[in-house]
């Protein structure tokens, strides 16, 4: 067993932890995780109502320790569901995507609420903010990362991180992540677990539809592409500092690098777009996956993720003690 200031903080027997993916993390996943071990988190991205009623309350149930994760520019918009949220006494609250002043309302808020606060950061500004807001834990995350991201690499930054807080807190390692090899690695530089949401979202129970999970199975890294496009066709307002990395597909060939004109004809071109997404036309929707694509090749059980990455870093671990002499 890998013992961590994470694992310590939490109370949790592996450092692994499952991405709050939005639509794709649900209570069953997050469930799964726990059970395993790992921490499992619901993912209620945009702050939808009826799936926080339906999966935060469902993953009440599972017992153990579970959260949820927040994006907090969104829950400014929709007044009433981060009470919802806490509403449910979540163990552990992600929060991501904010600005100082969100990170510090937010951070607060959650804390004042007894969970333990993990706030994801993409560079070593945003990191000491959040360590200076009460941050328990923070997630580092790399520009390898499927989904919204910066710019920064994973290997530098995880370790720029522990530098600029001089490990006040345990600091997760995010994007690139899908096996024990990474987690050893993530460990080798300072970090105190890792999150992993590509390998996760391709798992027996995943709410990933067959076709984003067969397209991802199917797909290698070279097939990702960072577009803004998804986010300009749903109108939602993200930082132009962030991009989404996806499979590419008929609409990110068609619409990446055209925001304005996308923008421009989003009546028009939205609700056909909605209807293609309903039926899990793969060619349309939005496939986020990160650069690990090369290493998930098959769709496992949550639990079988959580213990074979575990274990492989163990394995790895140890034979890289034996190579250092007196």
């Known amino acids: 067993m890998i013992s961590t200031k994470l694992t310590e903080l939490l109370g949790i027997d592996h450092p692994v932890v499952s991405a709050p993916m939005g639509s794709v993390s649900g209570a069953r996943l997050a469930t799964a995780v726990t059970q395993a071990g790992g921490l499992g988190l619901v993912g209620v991205s945009y702050g939808d109502a009826a799936f926080i009623d339906e999966h935060v309350a469902q993953a009440t149930k599972g017992g153990g320790v579970w959260g949820v994760g927040c994006v907090m520019f969104t829950f400014d918009e929709r007044p009433g569901l981060w009470d919802k949220v806490l509403g449910y006494a979540p163990p552990v609250i992600a929060l991501s995507f904010g600005d100082e002043d969100q990170v510090r309302r937010y951070v607060a808020s959650a804390a004042e609420s007894g969970a333990h606060v993990v706030v994801q950061v993409h ?139 996308l923008a421009a004809r989003r009546s028009e071109i939205e609700p056909a777009w909605t209807a293609a997404v309903a039926r899990d036309d793969t060619g349309q929707r939005a496939l986020f996956a990160g650069e690990v694509l090369d290493l998930v090749t098959d769709v496992r059980p949550a639990a079988s993720v959580v213990h074979d990455t575990v274990a492989e870093a163990e394995d790895i671990l140890r034979r890289l003690a034996g190579r250092v002499r007196p």
């Open 123 to 261: 560079d070593t500004e945003q990191a000491v903010v959040a360590v200076q807001a009460g941050a328990s834990v923070l997630v580092a995350q790399g520009a390898e990362a499927g989904g919204h991201h910066k710019i920064r690499a994973t290997l530098p930054l995880v370790p720029a991180v522990l530098d600029a807080t001089q490990g006040a807190v345990p600091v997760v390692a995010a994007g690139g992540f899908a096996d024990g090899r990474g987690l050893a690695a993530a460990l080798a530089l300072g970090a105190d677990g890792v999150m992993m949401g590509t390998r996760f979202a391709v798992t027996e129970e995943s709410l990933a539809t067959s076709g984003f999970k067969n397209t991802l199975v199917s797909a290698a890294a070279t097939d990702t592409v960072n577009t803004r496009a998804f986010d300009v066709v749903r109108g939602i307002p993200w930082d132009e500092v962030y991009q989404a990395r996806s499979v590419s597909n008929d609409f990110t060939r068609e619409w990446t690098g055209r925001d304005a004109e």
